[in-house]
Structures are given as structure tokens and as C-alpha cells.
């Protein structure tokens, strides 16, 4: 390790390694600094394992699922956006890719260890020089143009210069793979404000807990409208899914920001969840109809099965006082009517939320207001810049998050690299 660089990039996640292969290429001397002791910890877990890399929505689309801060990624987009992300995975990576429901794109290899083990190599030779287990606690302005940073390894302390610094170190999400929010106070340090903040994607708790014993099971297409203090708020059709402590799954984790927001202002909320929003409520009826009648001669508990899993089944015969041991011919019309109206007005309240470590982003985070959105340059200090998740940006599920790591990644690259070689 030298004790200067042009640009040091804190943080080996998919913003910090894109960045700095971007500018080991251009011919930058680059060191990329990262305190565990092996790159993108949390890429490897993302998408279960899978990555889930972009989405194929279009633009105007995409940008809306960062909510009201989207904006800010349009100049970045404009440069780096899924084209060219995938473009370069194909082309300098070798990774192919696959398209799945919801418009999400995964590696074909579904194998995240695949994307994160590619882009290291790949940033190793470029030159850039990656140290492990090396966690930066400051970043100062020092002399002659350069920045000058501390860093400790082993308990022991370095001192580097760099003229340029890129802070990627993550949120403060899953604190195990290294994201623990040191980014932060770095940046504000250096005079940066912070947007508090908050969980985004993240589980819901219910007060009942596990009430009817169905944690782990999913439900691929549910429709969740959300109630606060007795008015709809919000709607989304997805999977869902019952845990230990409430409800989880793509379409609770895409509500769950506004729901946090709800509840930290004291609102009630109550989900309201369509077990059948295919089938309306007549087609819904016709449907047990011809199942109940195909199957006549046997037991209620052992056909519903058919239309939901099992063990959702035996909750709807529990919480209607329907029989399940009666055989299907001698269901009363009344009773199939009751099964009809529990499956599309299931409702759960909702009296809280798992912890920011638990959550799958974080929301809030470095001002917007302080950063330039094409390069992500600090309006503060011009030798420091920005990437990932540290920004105040978070998107929906779908490989939102990912795309603007690597987007704001790679513009922050650029910037870097026009900062250094401008005459
Ligand atoms: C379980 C889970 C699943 C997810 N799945 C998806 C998905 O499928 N698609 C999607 O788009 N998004 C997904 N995300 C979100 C996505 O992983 C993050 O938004 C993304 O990794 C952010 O990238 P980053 O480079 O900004 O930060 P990170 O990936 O958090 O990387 C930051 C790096 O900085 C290092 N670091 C921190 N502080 C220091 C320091 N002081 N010195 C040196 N190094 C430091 C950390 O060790 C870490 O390696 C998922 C998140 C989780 C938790």
C-alpha cells in the first residue's frame, strides 16, 4: 500500500468496486478500502442469493419507484442506466442475464457470489489496489490539494493522501455485511447534512404475532391495500408473505416505507389483504361452485387446498366457524359465502416495524441538496464524492437499489476522473 493515490473509494459494495475499476481503467492510481475482509458482503445475500440486478420498466417508471427523491437520478441515468449497466456486464464482464416477473433482472447463473466475485476481478486489473480489513475513521482536507484520511488496520493506525475521495460505505442496514453507518459521520465531518434515517423495505409487526400459525407461508399474488386511520392510503398487488413476528414479502417490503411514516405519526394502520384479486367476488363464488362440485363427496378441508395453501385454508374454516369434516356436496350456500369473504377481506393490523437492521435499505442519508447529481461531486468539499446507498435514495424491490449503486458508481467515477485530468 503507498501512502497517496489520486482517489481513494471507502467502501468494496457495487458503487465503490464499479467506481474504482472505472478509474483503475482510466489510469488513476487507486486504493479501495474496505474493513471486512472481502468485497460486497451484501451484494452476495441480495435477491436471496440471486441478484437482482436492474429492472427492464421503462425510464420515467423506474425513476418514480425512488419516490419523490427519483428525480435526482436523472442526470446519472442519462449517462450509466440499465443499458449500459448491462452492456458492460455482457461485454466486460461476460455475465448474461435473465428477465423475470415484475420486469427484474437476475445473472443467468443466479448466483450473486457471481456478480460481486466478476466486478473485483475485474477492478484487480484495472490496478486498482484493494485492501481488506482496512476501515477508514476520517477524511480531512490536508495540503497541497489533497484530502488526508486515517485508516486502521489491526489496531494499528495509517495515514493516506488522496486528491480525490469517494465515500460508498453503504447504509446502515445489515450491519453484518459491513454497512454500519460509518459513511456518515465521514460526511459530516466534513460538513455534510444528514436526512435521518429510517427503515425502507422493511417487515411489519402485528400485535396478534404468529395468531394463526402460518409464518413461512407465501402468497404469490395478493392484493394489500393499506389502511390508515380508516382511509385507503395505498395499494399493491404482489407476494406476500406471514412471519414469526407479522408480514413480510416484496409487496409488504414495497408498502412498508409509507407505513413506517404512518406509524411514527401516530396513524392507525390496518392491511387489508385479497387472497383472490383475480377473481372477483361472483367469479370467486362460481369457482367454489365448480370445485365443490367436482369433488363432491369430500371433506371441505381437503379441497380448499385447491384455491389456497393449506394451511390458510384452515384458518379461513377456523376464523368463518365453517365446518371443514362436512362433505362438499351439503355446503350451504351461506357458508361458501362466508369462505368467499374472508378470502378477499383478510385483515391484519399492523402495530409496528422490525428494526433499520433488519431492514433491506436504508432511507435517508447523505443531502441531495449538497451533492451534484451528474457526478456526484460534495458541493461542500470538491474532492469528495458519493455513491449507493449512502445517498438520501431508495427504491422499491425489483433491483432499483442496485442499479442506482452502480449508476451513481460510475458517474462518481467519471467525475472523479474529470476532476483529476482536467489541464
Ligand atoms: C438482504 C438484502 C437483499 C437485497 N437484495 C437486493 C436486490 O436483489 N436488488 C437490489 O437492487 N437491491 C437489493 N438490496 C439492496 C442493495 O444490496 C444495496 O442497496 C446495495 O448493496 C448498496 O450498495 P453500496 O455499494 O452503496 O453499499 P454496500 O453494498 O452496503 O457496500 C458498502 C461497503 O462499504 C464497506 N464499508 C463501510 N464502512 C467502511 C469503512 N469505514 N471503511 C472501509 N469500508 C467500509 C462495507 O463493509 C461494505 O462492503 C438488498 C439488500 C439486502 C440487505
Redesign the pocket.
Same mark, same amino acid.
Request: proline share 2%; aromatic share 4%.
Given at each position: 500500500m503507498k501512502n497517496r493515490y489520486d482517489a481513494v473509494v471507502?467502501?468494496?459494495?457495487?458503487?465503490?468496486l464499479i467506481a474504482a475499476g472505472c478509474m483503475g481503467k482510466s489510469g488513476l492510481s487507486v486504493c479501495l478500502?474496505?474493513?471486512?475482509e472481502k468485497? %460486497?458482503?451484501?451484494?452476495r445475500? !441480495?435477491?436471496k442469493g440471486r441478484?437482482?440486478i436492474t429492472n427492464s420498466r421503462p425510464k420515467n417508471e423506474f425513476i418514480q419507484a425512488y419516490g419523490k427523491n427519483g428525480k435526482f437520478l436523472y442526470s446519472a441515468f442519462s449517462v450509466f442506466f440499465r443499458d449500459e449497466l448491462l452492456d458492460f456486464f455482457k461485454n466486460t464482464l461476460n455475465i448474461e442475464v435473465t428477465r423475470e416477473r415484475g420486469g427484474r433482472i437476475f445473472p443467468r447463473s443466479q448466483d450473486a457470489h457471481e456478480i460481486a466475485d466478476k466486478l473485483t476481478s475485474w477492478a484487480e486489473n484495472q490496478c486498482v489496489e484493494i485492501v481488506y480489513e482496512?476501515?477508514?475513521?476520517s477524511v480531512n482536507p490536508g495540503e497541497d490539494g489533497y484530502l488526508s484520511l486515517q485508516i486502521t488496520h489491526e489496531n494499528k493506525p495509517i495515514d493516506l493522501l488522496a486528491r480525490s475521495v469517494l465515500i +460508498?460505505? %453503504?447504509?446502515i442496514?445489515?450491519p453484518g !455485511? %459491513?454497512?454500519?453507518g460509518? %459513511?456518515y459521520s465521514l460526511a459530516k465531518n466534513l460538513g455534510h447534512s444528514i436526512i435521518p434515517l429510517k427503515p425502507a423495505l422493511v417487515p411489519l409487526i402485528t400485535h396478534e404475532g404468529d395468531k394463526y400459525g402460518l409464518k413461512g407461508i407465501s402468497i404469490k399474488n395478493s392484493l394489500v391495500t393499506v389502511l390508515t386511520d380508516g382511509k385507503k392510503s395505498n395499494r399493491l398487488f404482489g407476494e406476500f408473505l406471514f412471519t414469526h413476528f407479522g408480514v413480510s414479502g416484496p409487496v409488504i417490503l414495497t408498502l412498508s416505507k409509507d407505513i413506517v411514516n404512518a406509524l411514527n405519526t401516530g396513524l392507525q394502520v390496518l392491511l387489508h389483504v385479497d387472497f383472490k384479486p383475480a377473481l372477483d367476488e361472483n367469479t370467486l363464488d362460481k369457482r367454489l361452485i365448480r370445485e365443490f362440485s367436482e369433488h363432491s363427496n369430500k371433506c371441505l378441508k381437503n379441497i380448499l387446498k385447491f384455491i389456497i395453501p393449506e394451511a390458510l385454508g384452515t384458518v379461513c374454516l377456523a376464523e368463518t366457524g365453517v365446518s371443514g369434516d362436512i362433505p362438499c356436496h351439503s355446503i350451504t350456500s351461506s357458508d361458501r359465502k362466508k369462505i368467499g369473504y374472508w378470502l378477499k377481506n383478510f385483515e391484519i393490523p399492523i402495530t409496528g416495524y422490525r428494526p433499520i437492521e433488519e431492514a433491506?435499505?436504508t432511507s435517508g442519508g447523505i443531502n441531495l441538496k449538497e451533492i451534484e447529481p451528474a457526478t456526484m461531486q460534495s458541493k461542500i468539499n470538491p474532492r469528495v464524492y458519493f +455513491?449507493?446507498?449512502?445517498l438520501d435514495l431508495d427504491g422499491d424491490t425489483g433491483?432499483?437499489?442496485?442499479?442506482a +449503486?452502480f449508476s451513481t458508481g460510475w458517474c462518481a467515477a467519471k467525475g472523479i476522473i474529470a476532476l483529476l485530468t482536467q489541464k
Open positions: 471507502i467502501g468494496a459494495g457495487p458503487a465503490g478500502l474496505e474493513k471486512n468485497s %460486497g458482503k451484501k451484494l445475500i !441480495t435477491g441478484c437482482n482496512h476501515r477508514c475513521i +460508498a460505505t %453503504g447504509g442496514s445489515y !455485511t %459491513g454497512s454500519t460509518d %459513511g433491506i435499505v +455513491a449507493g446507498e449512502i433491483g432499483y437499489n442496485l442499479q +449503486a
